[in-house]
């Protein structure tokens, strides 16, 4: 199942500067494993010590917030887009 | 002076250089500007304050501000008014209305913000600024961004009220209308931000940006006295705003020009967004995302990213939060307009709406100090009031007429 995962700035620097990187995975959970194999030392950024996704982190499948969807438990399929995005402020 | 430490990660305390970043790079939580209080006590007093100019820049010091103020001199210091004749209608002893709907240029408390941001960006060198808008916040940067001679690019959901894009338009920015939620443009502008070399005044400017609202805290206790009130009732939009003032009153007892505090902080939101205020209701600290729902457009923010920070200060400070149907808070706007004659914007009428119920059920008791924070004005959202409002007498232009509709009218009254 590959997917496009777009990486936020602060992430960069595990990722080689890379922006938008391709991995596997048939959920988000696995996603992040595979992330993981291939990035060592994501998935302690993404998750936090309770393997939760860290509170100012919000992922989303094909720019669906993925708290919309089933959670770190969503599905992926091929050519899905996911973004990781650092919560920002508004108004 | 040297003021300035940075920034430092409001989660894990990390020390970052001072710069146009916004997240912890280890733990993503949100970098705050680091003060050196032991530098500015002492310094900073209610004598050095009083002496600086009748705006938001009295308080320059307290602000992430190294050189000149580029933009929004005349910004701040808006009136606090006691609102007798709401306090009577509520059945209270004490009401003061912050009443930013007259808050220069562009009519919201947003201009606080948004005067540091561009100031901000000027010093860091930038020519284009750029911002994710609920409606307020593109007003006031596309009018910052004239004055500044600076490009700019607002990014709003699609379906904003119409004066809010007049509102915007007028000082000739870019402005891209995205179809989707604020949530979905705030997501998109997160993305936009990372390959653009851009100051996104609320993303990688988000540091300094919300300092701003501080001014809105720091006004309400010098101009009750450098006193503290009992209650302050703040609507919650992103979550900033509410956490700000509570930081600004933790400030000036830090620096010694309050005594104690003892305000609890209230939030108020619109039922048909209002994430933050369930957390409050269910006491956790987990943000359940909402798509939102509600003629109070300026607050439509279903993902707050403060809204875990606006929760912990409703409970810090011992303070609650109140939701407000659409029916309410067209109630509450038209309600301060009655009593006080000050015509608010819908997130207004949400702060009305939501205080009225906490005074009701006794969460707010009616013989302590309430202070409303009036953030934006009615002339910016008159559609919601469109269907509620017609004129009472229609006539011909004759004398006879005039009597005639006059005696009907009190006919009808009596
Ligand atoms: C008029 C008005 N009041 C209050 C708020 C809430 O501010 P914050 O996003 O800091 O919670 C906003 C912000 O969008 C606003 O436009
Ligand atoms: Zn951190």
Redesign the interface.
């Known amino acids: 199942m590959p997917v496009l995962v777009r990486i936020p700035t602060p992430l960069r620097p595990l990722t080689k500067g890379s922006a938008e990187i391709q991995a596997k995975g048939e959920t988000v959970d696995s996603l992040i494993g595979d992330l993981e194999r291939q990035y060592p030392g994501l998935k302690d950024r993404l998750l936090d010590e309770a393997g939760e996704l860290r509170r100012f982190i919000n992922i989303y499948v094909n720019q669906e917030d993925i708290r919309f969807l089933q959670a770190k438990k969503t599905a992926l399929k091929d050519g899905d887009e996911v973004s990781i995005v650092p919560a920002i402020a508004g108004g | 002076m040297e003021k300035l430490n940075g920034l430092r990660c409001r ?1 894990c305390g990390r020390h970052y250089a001072a710069a146009p970043i ?9 970098l705050e500007v680091d003060y050196r209080y032991d530098v500015l006590k002492g310094v900073v007093t209610r004598e050095s304050i009083a002496a600086g100019p009748p705006s938001m820049w009295r308080y320059k010091d307290l602000l992430p501000i190294e050189g000149d103020v580029a933009v929004g001199h005349h910004v701040g210091f808006t009136p606090l008014i006691r609102a007798q004749n709401l306090a009577d209608e509520l059945g209270c002893r004490e009401i003061w209305v912050k009443n930013d709907s007259v808050c220069h240029p562009t009519w919201s408390f ?1 201009d606080r ?1 948004v005067a540091v941001a561009v100031t901000k960006a000027r010093e860091f060198g930038f020519d284009t600024v750029a911002c ?3 409606g ?2 593109a007003n006031s940067v596309a009018a910052h961004a004239a004055e500044g001679r600076l490009k700019s690019y607002i990014f709003i959901p699609a379906d904003l009220e119409q004066g809010k894009v007049l509102a915007t338009l007028v000082y000739n920015p870019t402005l891209v209308a995205v179809h989707g939620t ?3 443009v ?2 998109l ?3 936009i931000a ?2 653009y070399r851009w100051a996104f005044v ?2 990688n400017f ?1 540091p300094y ?2 300092e701003g609202s501080k001014s809105h805290g720091f006004e309400i206790i010098e101009q009750l006295g450098w006193k503290t009130p009992g209650h302050i009732v703040v609507p919650c ?2 979550g ?1 705003l509410i956490t700000k003032i509570w930081k600004a009153i933790k400030e000036l007892k830090t620096l010694g020009l309050i005594d104690g505090v003892s305000t609890k902080m209230h939030a108020a939101q619109a039922l048909g967004c209002g994430p933050i205020v369930t957390m409050i209701k269910n006491d956790t600290d987990v943000l ?2 909402v ?1 939102p729902s509600t003629i109070a457009k ?1 607050l439509a ?1 279903g ?4 809204g ?1 920070y606006a929760y912990k200060t409703a409970k810090e400070s011992g303070g609650f939060g109140e939701h407000a149907t659409d029916e309410e808070i067209v109630e509450g706007m038209l309600l301060l307009a009655r009593t006080e004659g000050i015509f608010t914007e819908t997130a207004g009428g949400v702060t009305v709406a939501a205080a009225k119920k906490l005074i009701e059920r006794g969460v707010i008791p009616r013989d302590e100090s309430i202070v409303l924070c009036i953030t934006g004005n009615g002339l910016k959202t008159p559609d919601s009031l469109q269907d509620r409002l017609d004129a009472h007498v229609k006539i011909k232009p004759s004398l006879s007429a005039f009597d005639r509709a006059l005696a009907d009218l009190k006919s009808q009254t009596s």
């Not at chain 2, 916004?22 to 939580?29: A, L, S, Y």
């Open positions: 989660e916004h997240v912890c790079e280890f733990c993503f939580g949100p947003k913000v994710a808008s609920t307020n916040l604020y949530d979905e705030n997501r502008c997160s993305e990372d390959k609320n993303v988000r940006y919300s939009a992103g900033s359940v995302p798509r300026s923010i993902n707050p990213a403060d875990y």
